[in-house]
């Protein structure tokens, strides 16, 4: 059965709460049912409203789904940012731990990865809602932190690539392919080590020293 509840209403000024609760509400159906279990109704629904409040904040059912997929790409940021951290200062280490908790994250958010690149939030960028970048922006820090990590390999003599944004596009294209078979086929026998195996190739990694 849906969960739904009755929102205390919150006072002037603070439409800027509700625009969160509804697009936290929206996140959780997508981890629930997938995309098509997010619809004005069950968002309003799970909000504790009706559904037309929602226009006051969010044009259409695509500009909620914007919104989710900014903060997706937010939240893996964030990820990436903590494995970075945790990896110390090796860059060939930092590079490996980067990629692989962009894997891990895919895995854990299954459904919100999906529609980070399905191209329905791009349609209307003019209709995001307040508080959401141009459409063309999202998730391009991501990208920054991979070629960064990329040239750091670069810099130490630690990769034999010599362009970081064209090595870190090939990585990234790489690393979405494995992600979104890894999704759509989770009982195929996939080898031990394949990710190292393939940054390693597609960065062009040599042994230290």
């Known amino acids: 059965m849906t969960e739904s509840k009755t929102r205390a209403r919150y006072r002037r000024g603070e439409g800027s709460r509700l625009r969160q609760d509804i697009v ?13 279990a997010v619809t004005l109704k069950e968002v309003a629904r799970r909000v504790g409203i009706a559904s037309p409040s929602i226009y006051a904040h969010f044009p259409d059912r695509e500009a909620i789904v914007a919104a989710v997929v900014a903060g997706t790409f937010g939240e893996l940021r964030a990820e990436l940012e903590t494995a970075l951290e945790r990896a110390g200062p090796d860059p060939v280490v930092r ?3 980067l990629c692989g908790a962009y894997l891990t994250f895919s895995q854990d958010w299954p ?13 209307r960028s003019t209709d995001l809602a307040p508080g ?7 998730g391009q820090d991501v990208f920054v932190l991979l070629s960064g990590v990329l040239r750091e390999c670069q810099q130490a003599g630690r990769s034999t690539g ?7 596009v090939g990585l990234w294209a790489a690393l979405h392919g ?19 195996r393939m940054v390693d190739r597609l960065a062009g990694l040599t042994p230290a020293g």
């Open 162 to 168: 010599t362009d970081p944004f064209a090595d870190a």
């Open 132 to 138: 959401v970048e141009e459409a063309s922006g999202i």
């Open 178 to 196: 494995l992600a979104q078979l890894r999704l759509a086929a989770p009982s195929f026998p996939w080898p031990d080590g394949v990710l190292e």
């Open 95 to 97: 590079l490996r731990a």
């Open 24 to 36: 936290r509400a929206a996140a959780d159906l997508l981890d629930r049912g997938g995309e098509g």
């Open 111 to 123: 459904q919100r990865y999906r529609i980070l690149f399905g191209g329905l939030w791009q349609a």
